[in-house]
């Protein structure tokens, strides 16, 4: 139990302290301009994956593996589906490959729990799932359309 505490501030710390600028302090991020309802959807997206790692991560501390598959197959690959082509277009390759990996990791961890119930292997593979958020967050950022 204490190693799984120990790795759960260890990520937490990770993702606080990571690093979106320049030592100037100017936004280098790759900008992605989507309008309104675009940018609602992604956010949205972004905001799921958030509070599904939160129920994720409750389970794995409850020991309740059930709730951790259930939680990561709602976000699964099967979760990217109905996403406009426009909105699709309008996205980098790179932010796809990674929005594509991230819900193949969710299906992983799903699998893997119901499969092995192994508390330590489910919080190792959120973990791998968070570098996903994070790098995302560091090479990223969306900003609405100008007219």
């Given at each position: ?5 120990t790795?759960?501030l260890?990520?937490i710390?990770?993702v606080?302290?990571?690093v ?9 991020r790759a ?8 940018r ?19 389970g ?6 059930v709730?951790?598959?259930?939680a ?6 099967n979760?990217?589906a ?5 909105l ?6 790179g ?17 893997d729990a119901s ?13 791998v ?15 609405l359309e100008?007219?």
């Amino acid at each position: 139990m204490n190693k799984i505490k120990t790795m759960l501030l260890v990520f937490i710390i990770l993702v606080s302290s990571a690093v979106f600028s320049d030592e100037s302090g100017a936004d280098k991020r790759a900008t992605i301009y989507l309008d309104d309802e675009e940018r609602a959807i992604v956010l949205e997206e972004m905001r799921t994956f958030l509070s599904t790692i939160q129920k994720i991560t409750q389970g794995i501390v409850a020991d309740d593996m059930v709730q951790v598959s259930h939680a990561a197959k709602t976000m699964g690959n099967n979760a990217s589906a109905g996403v406009s082509l426009s909105l699709i277009f309008k996205l980098p390759l790179g932010f796809k490959l990674l929005a594509a990996d991230t819900h193949q990791k969710f299906d992983e961890i799903a699998i893997d729990a119901s499969s092995f119930a192994d508390r330590e292997h489910a919080l190792e593979q959120t973990s791998v799932l968070m570098k996903n958020c994070v790098s995302c967050h560091a090479t990223y950022r969306i900003d609405l359309e100008e007219d």
